[in-house]
């Protein structure tokens, strides 16, 4: 007697491997594109500062040094935005600048000033001039879990909440952040680009995926191996050949009845 191939779990694994396979190859193709972003990242920051109207007309301005004049900028009014720096807590400043000359207005995030400093730097309209050096960044929308603004005080970079807070409208989606103080007689403000945020794990994800197309053959394999042979195992009478012969009964046992001495 023979048991048939196991062709629907031969198919169903096949089709789970290369699933498997394929989501491993893509999270390797994820990580070259992550390493290219980082290099790239890192190539745009090391570049000298440029004037905010070349900088702005490349396709990707994003970590690149800006030259920028802000009228007024020293003075200008803020909102803060709740953060932490190297661990400890704080707020930015943030402020709306039109640069000269340039149609889009930014928010400027001026920099950071410790939570335990009360004081803040003065707010007084001005239009005099101030020349700033700024790192672009691209600035995306805040997530649905951010909490919401609380006595003036803002908890994710909403863009068009901080423009509308500022006076402004239709803000630039990069935020320019100071590398260069605002108020350098003020020592508490402290500014700075926070570090580029790339999460590459997919190396470890592409592992993953593969690991488990692996156990899959294994498992396959196993369960393949627990399958009856293709043919029944013989008694060891038939192995060897032989038939044993039953012994009729005598009639007094086919009647059920005891042969009496």
């Known amino acids: 007697m023979r048991t048939r191939f196991p062709f629907g779990l031969t198919l169903a694994a096949a089709l789970a491997f290369a699933l498997l ?19 790239q990242a890192g190539a745009a920051a090391a ?43 704080g707020v930015r400043l943030i402020s709306a600048c039109r640069p ?14 410790a939570e335990t400093v009360s004081a803040r730097p003065p707010v007084e309209v001005s239009t005099a001039a101030f020349p700033l050096v700024a790192e672009v960044r691209e600035t995306p929308p805040p997530g649905p879990m951010a909490l919401p603004v609380d006595e003036g005080r803002f908890f994710a970079r909403d863009m068009a909440g901080m423009a509308k807070a500022l006076g402004v409208a239709d803000p630039d989606p990069n935020t320019l952040f100071a590398l260069t103080s605002t108020n350098p007689e003020w020592q508490a403000l402290q500014p700075s680009a926070p570090p580029a945020a790339f999460s590459n794990n997919h190396l470890g994800y592409a592992l993953t995926w593969f690991g488990l197309a692996l156990a899959l053959v294994g498992f396959y394999i196993a ?26 009964r005598s009639a007094s046992e086919a009647l059920g009845k005891e042969e009496k001495p």
């Open 21 to 39: 396979c394929g989501l491993g190859v893509w999270q390797v193709q994820r990580m070259q594109w992550k390493n290219g972003l980082i290099d």
């Open 47 to 89: 570049l000298p500062p440029a004037p905010i109207a070349s900088v702005m007309a490349l396709h990707d301005p994003a970590f690149r040094k800006v030259a920028v004049d802000c009228p007024g900028l020293a003075t200008a009014p803020y909102v803060e935005l709740q953060t932490i720096h190297d661990g400890e807590p």
């Open 100 to 113: 000269e000359g340039f149609p889009a207005v930014f928010l400027v995030d001026r920099g950071f000033v």
């Open 223 to 248: 369960l393949l191996r627990r399958k009856p042979s293709l043919k029944q195992p013989r008694s060891a009478s038939e192995a060897s050949g032989k038939t044993t012969l039953k012994q009729p």
